[in-house]
């Protein structure tokens, strides 16, 4: 981590913020999502995201005696967004979403909880806020539906639960999502039944069985629609008919970030059939 937190362009997300740092390490979470924080124009993040990866690569080569570093490129522009770190067994990944950028709240210079630190040592790192941070980890929960990600929104609903602030910095990753608002906002139900046996149990510093995690998945989607107001439901269907009111949006900065521009030029460029068809559909689901 010590390596990857020299590069002050990126902070840290996902399910490492939320162990790590903003909980005391209920579940081990090794793998490091981040965010490259500038709003700049594709080429130029794209560039400056290639150069900040390298140099950690490079870093972590001459510190960490008998690791190896693979890279993956973008296919055409070979820049590099994702470094994969192996180590006497242990696999650490790294990576930088090319579209994700920027941040809706400020961010924090945090360092690690103590019972990670008690495991780890010390370290400090750029964070996202933790509504940024909780914003992206329920939309990952209502997309992948992995056990990890339900486990980390049960200890949210255990505690600070969905607050006014989170659920309006969710409606902006929601429309930033690269999958429909309406498959998320009502998702078909995964069995997680194989996941939970094979990639978490035996996991995890506290034990939280499957049907906690279903409870929570049914907790997590009625409480975001308990909180939607109407103006929300108006701006959700504003951007999906393509002309986002940006004066029902609590976070209105949010129409800077590269996720929505891109997420409005592709809803743009759906045949006019298809986009009537996904108006109507989230139209039924928030209606």
Known sequence: MPYVAQETCFALKGGSAINLFLRNLPR????????????????????????AMRRIAARIRQAMVGSSVAETLLPKTKQCI???????????KIEVSPVMRGTLNPISASVLSAATQVEFGFARMNLLHFT?????????????????????????LENEGITPALKDTFLVYLISSNRPMAELLAPNRHDIKALYAAEFVGMTNEHVPLEQLL?????????????????DREFLLSVKRGKPEWSLCALPNAANLPAVRWKLHNLA?????????????LEQVLL
């Open 269 to 281: 460029a759906m045949k006019l059939a298809q986009h009537k068809q996904a108006l109507a559909k």
């Open 82 to 92: 994702r470094l994969q770190v192996m180590q006497h067994n242990t696999s650490i």
């Open 28 to 51: 081990l979470s090794v793998d490091l999502d981040l965010v490259y924080l500038p709003i700049e124009d594709r080429e130029t993040s794209l560039t400056n995201i290639d150069a």
């Open 215 to 231: 409870d929570a998945r049914e907790r997590m989607i009625a409480t975001l629609h308990e909180r939607l107001t109407d103006r």
């Open 132 to 156: 940024d941070i909780y914003a992206g980890k329920l939309c990952a929960a209502l997309d992948r539906q992995h056990p990890r990600d339900l486990f980390d929104v049960h200890f949210l």
